[in-house]
């Protein structure tokens, strides 16, 4: 059973910086690629950044420049948030990519706001 626990989110004045951290627990491989997603109000949940088993990200459109994603050890997986505005407030949640059946972890609430 996979478990994934976030961490790191908060209030942050827009133009500010966020450190989002995942820890992955139970049987997991090495070779899934790892994911951020968020989830705003009223919106569906959406891919935020993706990284695979050799470290290679892709972003969507709207982050690129401003989010930084890694996996520096096995079972962690981080999002460094820098630059923030106000479309950035959702909940952020680790998971693989693409989805597994693997259940959601509880996220992390990020909150823009001056």
């Known amino acids: 059973q996979v478990q994934f626990v976030e961490s790191g989110g908060g209030l942050v004045q827009p133009g500010g910086s966020l450190r989002l951290s995942c820890v992955v627990s139970?049987?997991?491989?090495?070779?899934?690629?790892m994911a951020w997603y968020r989830q705003a109000p009223g919106k569906e949940r959406e891919l935020v950044a993706s990284?695979?088993?050799?470290?290679?990200p892709t972003y969507r459109n709207s982050v690129k420049g401003r989010f930084t994603i890694s996996r520096p050890v096995k079972g962690t997986v981080f999002l460094q948030m820098n630059r923030v505005n106000t479309e950035d407030t959702a909940i952020y949640y680790c998971?693989?990519?693409?989805?597994?059946?693997?259940?959601w972890g509880q996220g992390t609430q990020v909150t823009v706001s001056s």
């Open positions: 990284i695979t088993n050799r470290g290679l």
């Open positions: 998971n693989r990519y693409p989805l597994g059946g693997w259940n």
């Open positions: 139970g049987t997991i491989l090495d070779t899934f690629t």
